[in-house]
């Protein structure tokens, strides 16, 4: 199953539903077409915005049903328009429109004698002006082009999950990187710590009044060192780490809608990276935290559009 993002954006648009062919000669015949444009940016819920014309207004809801049937997640715009071509062609007025028209005329004429007589122009303009009158059912439309626009939503989420889970594995194999270059240097920290706790004691000795005996005295050194050991010891972070890894990569190659407890999961991995960083006793071990963070950071960042 992909990887979805929460980022997307689609545009379709119906084909003209009255051509400059003689085809549409009918009182009720659409004269038009409608486009939808959908946007949609990461958000924690489904977050859905209409703008849209007076004739798709009585709609909404069911436009609003398609999209809750298909996505889950994200901050959703939809854009509709309708372009009339009624200026850009010519219809043949019916027989009825013209009886109409010339009744209109003869009964105005009655009372008006003088009143100059309709030209083609001006019939052709009323008869146009009376079809873009008669309302139209947009709903079918309207509902064929969401579907559409749907599909084409999900495609482009879709690549753009691909994308994120792309660069997701990539930082997980940098991060496991790091910590197998951090894995060596804990036994290497340890014993140089209990070395230098010894030496520290055996200086102290050496400018004591021998109150101590020497016995004890490098008993306590050694208690000491190792107490600050097991204080630096790294190796449950790093076993942590790499579980907290394996399940986001789990998680990518499984798909679906796994945003929130991919967010969950960065967030443990931040905690273990900044207890590494704090309990570290090495300049190598404190440039394998920074660096592990900045790496987690980025993947926490790219996370947050994952639907």
């Known amino acids: 199953m992909p990887v979805y993002s929460m980022t997307g954006y689609a545009t379709v648009q119906s084909t003209s539903l009255a051509s400059s062919s003689a085809e549409a000669t009918t009182d009720t015949a659409p ?8 946007r949609a940016v990461n958000s924690r819920f489904l977050d859905l915005t209409f703008k849209l014309p007076e004739e798709l207004r009585a709609h909404e809801s069911a436009l609003r049903d398609q999209l809750v049937a298909q996505l889950k997640r994200g901050k959703v715009e939809v854009r509709a328009f309708i372009e009339r071509n009624t200026q850009h062609s010519v219809t043949e007025p019916s027989p009825k429109t013209l009886q109409r028209l010339n009744a209109v005329q003869d009964s105005i004429r009655a009372w ?17 002006h009376q079809q873009s009158a008669t309302p139209q059912d947009w709903g079918s439309t309207a509902a064929a082009l969401m579907e559409q626009a749907i599909t084409a939503l ?3 989420r879709k690549r753009e999950g691909k994308r994120l889970a792309d660069m997701l594995l990539d930082r997980i194999a940098q991060l496991r990187t790091l910590a197998q270059q951090a894995q060596p240097l804990i036994p290497q920290l340890v014993e140089q710590q209990r070395q230098r706790f010894l030496e520290r004691w055996k200086e ?30 790294v190796a449950e972070e790093l076993t942590r780490l790499d579980s ?13 809608e796994i945003g929130k407890r991919l967010d969950f999961l960065i967030q443990e991995l931040h905690r273990e990276a ?4 704090s309990k570290s006793a090495a300049l190598e071990l404190t440039r394998v ?3 592990m963070k900045v790496l987690i950071e980025q993947m926490r960042e790219q996370v947050q559009n994952i639907e």
């Open 31 to 38: 004269s038009g077409s409608m486009g939808l444009e959908v």
């Open 112 to 128: 008006l004698p003088q009143a100059a007589p309709l030209s083609v122009a001006e019939v052709i303009a009323l008869s146009a």
């Open 154 to 156: 999900r495609e482009s």
């Open 204 to 233: 102290a000795m050496a400018l004591g009044d021998d109150s101590i005996a020497p016995q004890t005295a490098q008993e306590r050194a050694l208690s000491e060192a190792t107490a600050f050991a097991i204080r630096i010891d």
């Open 244 to 256: 907290h890894l394996e399940e986001i990569e789990r998680l990518i190659r499984k798909g679906g």
């Open 274 to 277: 900044n207890t590494l960083g």
């Open 289 to 291: 935290s920074v660096d």
